[in-house]
T-cell receptor, first 114, second 113 residues
């Protein structure tokens, strides 16, 4: 079965540094998402992306966050200046279209901010 | 604001037992509800999706029901197996509010052989 690929699986960074988390969604998918899960907490929606623009974002997704689809295959999440509270598992997800609800998740990137 | 709650937080059962996981949500204006499975260190896998107009969905040994008016869903697992051990997450998509999902905290299931 096709899968969403995320790299790296673990990322350790110093507070204040910029990080870029990378995702390769399934090739024929059109909707892309980032979710995060702080240890012991709920999975939280960050942002959705369609047709090369953000279609929805949560209040967590402030000016420190940005997303990009730099080419036909990659989908990235950038955190400009990381804070301790950004430490979490970040999941990328994709689906084929708006009405198809089956969402495919990647295995996640564990981000640790020291 | 939509809140999703799952009870119990953890459950341990012997192999072969039938079990029910519960999910409740505060706003009945949902588009659909999904159940996911999360294995340690892995992503989420969609198990069942129930549209707001449906009452239940079945896949193999799994059956999910939805009572929108009371804000409840249950996931029934028949004849549990050790391979069912995982965290089960419930998530709702709100009506007329984009495609984002709102998740519960999950129920961690352990099935012993």
């Amino acid at each position: 079965e096709p899968e969403v690929t995320q790299t790296p699986s673990h990322q350790v960074t110093q507070m204040g540094q910029e990080v870029i988390l990378r995702c390769v969604p399934i090739s024929n998918h059109l909707y892309f998402y980032w979710y995060r899960q702080i240890l012991g907490q709920k999975v939280e929606f960050l942002v959705s992306f369609y047709n090369n623009e953000i279609s929805e974002k949560s209040e967590i997704f402030d000016d420190q966050f940005s997303v990009e689809r730099p080419d036909g295959s990659n989908f990235t999440l950038k955190i400009r200046s990381t804070k301790l509270e950004d430490s979490a598992m970040y999941f990328c997800a994709s689906k084929t279209n708006e009405s198809n609800e089956k969402l495919f998740f990647g295995s996640g990137t564990q981000l640790s901010v020291l | 604001k939509q809140e999703v709650t799952q009870i119990p937080a953890a459950l341990s059962v012997p192999e072969g037992e039938n079990l029910v996981l519960n999910c409740s949500f505060t706003d009945s204006a949902i588009y659909n509800l999904q159940w996911f499975r999360q294995d340690p260190g892995k992503g989420l896998t969609s198990l069942l999706l129930i549209q707001s107009s449906q009452r239940e969905q079945t896949s193999g040994r799994l059956n999910a029901s939805l009572d929108k008016s009371s804000g409840r869903s249950t996931l029934y697992i028949a004849a549990s197996q050790p391979g069912d051990s995982a965290t089960y997450l419930c998530a709702v998509r709100r009506r007329q509010a984009g495609t984002a999902l709102i998740f519960g905290k999950g129920t961690t299931l352990s099935v012993s052989s």
